[in-house]
Protein backbone atom coordinates (compact mmCIF):
# COMPACT_ATOMS: atom_id res chain seq x y z
CA UNK A 1 0.00 0.00 0.00
CA UNK A 2 1.45 3.49 -0.91
CA UNK A 3 1.26 6.17 1.67
CA UNK A 4 -0.62 8.97 -0.17
CA UNK A 5 -0.91 10.80 2.85
CA UNK A 6 2.78 10.96 3.78
CA UNK A 7 3.27 11.87 0.22
CA UNK A 8 0.43 14.30 0.29
CA UNK A 9 1.65 16.22 3.24
CA UNK A 10 5.36 16.42 2.66
CA UNK A 11 4.75 17.39 -0.97
CA UNK A 12 2.75 20.16 0.58
CA UNK A 13 4.85 21.06 3.03
CA UNK A 14 7.93 21.52 0.20
CA UNK A 15 5.87 23.60 -2.14
CA UNK A 16 5.23 25.72 0.64
CA UNK A 17 7.84 26.79 2.06
CA UNK A 18 10.93 25.92 -0.70
CA UNK A 19 11.35 27.09 -4.31
CA UNK A 20 9.43 24.24 -5.84
CA UNK A 21 6.46 23.20 -7.58
CA UNK A 22 4.75 19.32 -7.78
CA UNK A 23 4.65 17.91 -11.11
CA UNK A 24 4.05 14.08 -12.32
CA UNK A 25 1.08 12.01 -11.13
CA UNK A 26 0.69 13.26 -7.23
CA UNK A 27 0.51 16.42 -8.79
CA UNK A 28 -2.23 15.29 -11.10
CA UNK A 29 -3.77 13.10 -8.52
CA UNK A 30 -4.20 16.43 -6.42
CA UNK A 31 -5.36 18.74 -8.92
CA UNK A 32 -7.28 16.28 -10.44
CA UNK A 33 -8.49 13.15 -8.80
CA UNK A 34 -10.83 11.69 -10.86
CA UNK A 35 -8.03 11.26 -13.40
CA UNK A 36 -6.16 8.20 -11.57
CA UNK A 37 -7.58 5.06 -10.77
CA UNK A 38 -5.08 4.52 -8.15
CA UNK A 39 -3.19 6.52 -5.68
CA UNK A 40 0.24 7.73 -7.18
CA UNK A 41 3.41 5.48 -6.16
CA UNK A 42 5.65 8.49 -5.50
CA UNK A 43 6.41 12.58 -5.60
CA UNK A 44 7.93 14.71 -8.12
CA UNK A 45 9.43 18.02 -7.70
CA UNK A 46 11.10 20.10 -10.08
CA UNK A 47 13.24 22.79 -7.91
CA UNK A 48 15.83 25.79 -8.19
CA UNK A 49 18.78 24.50 -8.40
CA UNK A 50 20.62 27.02 -6.06
CA UNK A 51 22.37 25.80 -2.82
CA UNK A 52 20.44 27.56 -0.45
CA UNK A 53 16.91 25.98 -2.16
CA UNK A 54 18.50 22.58 -1.91
CA UNK A 55 19.70 22.68 2.03
CA UNK A 56 16.07 23.66 2.60
CA UNK A 57 14.75 20.73 0.96
CA UNK A 58 16.93 18.39 1.93
CA UNK A 59 16.40 19.49 5.73
CA UNK A 60 12.73 19.49 5.25
CA UNK A 61 12.74 15.62 4.32
CA UNK A 62 15.05 14.84 6.72
CA UNK A 63 12.96 16.61 9.57
CA UNK A 64 10.20 14.84 8.37
CA UNK A 65 11.84 11.10 8.61
CA UNK A 66 13.41 10.97 5.23
CA UNK A 67 16.27 9.70 4.57
CA UNK A 68 17.93 11.50 1.38
CA UNK A 69 20.30 10.02 -1.28
CA UNK A 70 21.59 11.53 -4.29
CA UNK A 71 22.24 8.26 -6.05
CA UNK A 72 23.76 5.71 -3.90
CA UNK A 73 24.93 8.32 -1.84
CA UNK A 74 23.45 9.49 1.42
CA UNK A 75 23.43 13.14 1.81
CA UNK A 76 24.89 13.78 5.33
CA UNK A 77 26.19 15.98 7.49
CA UNK A 78 29.57 17.38 5.48
CA UNK A 79 28.05 16.39 2.36
CA UNK A 80 30.15 17.06 -0.73
CA UNK A 81 28.15 19.52 -2.57
CA UNK A 82 29.88 19.78 -5.68
CA UNK A 83 28.60 16.31 -5.92
CA UNK A 84 25.40 16.86 -7.01
CA UNK A 85 26.18 18.71 -9.95
CA UNK A 86 25.45 17.14 -12.97
CA UNK A 87 23.23 14.74 -11.30
CA UNK A 88 19.88 16.65 -12.12
CA UNK A 89 18.03 14.99 -8.65
CA UNK A 90 17.88 13.25 -5.10
CA UNK A 91 15.93 11.16 -3.70
CA UNK A 92 14.13 11.04 -0.38
CA UNK A 93 13.34 7.51 1.25
CA UNK A 94 10.83 7.08 4.12
CA UNK A 95 9.93 3.97 5.75
CA UNK A 96 6.54 3.38 7.31
CA UNK A 97 5.15 0.57 8.99
CA UNK A 98 2.68 -1.32 7.29
CA UNK A 99 3.60 0.72 3.97
CA UNK A 100 5.30 0.71 0.67
CA UNK A 101 8.22 3.33 1.22
CA UNK A 102 7.78 7.03 0.95
CA UNK A 103 9.83 8.07 -2.21
CA UNK A 104 10.28 11.72 -3.40
CA UNK A 105 12.13 12.76 -6.05
CA UNK A 106 13.53 16.32 -6.19
CA UNK A 107 14.87 17.28 -9.51
CA UNK A 108 16.87 20.44 -9.76
CA UNK A 109 18.85 20.55 -13.15
CA UNK A 110 17.00 19.92 -16.73
CA UNK A 111 18.78 20.67 -19.69
CA UNK A 112 17.44 23.87 -21.59
CA UNK A 113 14.63 24.22 -18.45
CA UNK A 114 15.34 26.92 -15.87
CA UNK A 115 12.99 26.94 -12.76
CA UNK A 116 11.55 30.50 -13.07
Known amino acids: MIPYFELKKVATELTTRCECILFGSLGL???YPQVLPDAPHDADLFAAGNRDNL????????DNGYLVYSWQDPIVAGFDWEILRGRFYFRGVKKILGYEPAIIDVTYEIAGLQYE
Do not use: D, H, K
Request: hydrophobic share 65%.
Open 55 to 62: VQIITLLR
Open 29 to 31: QMA
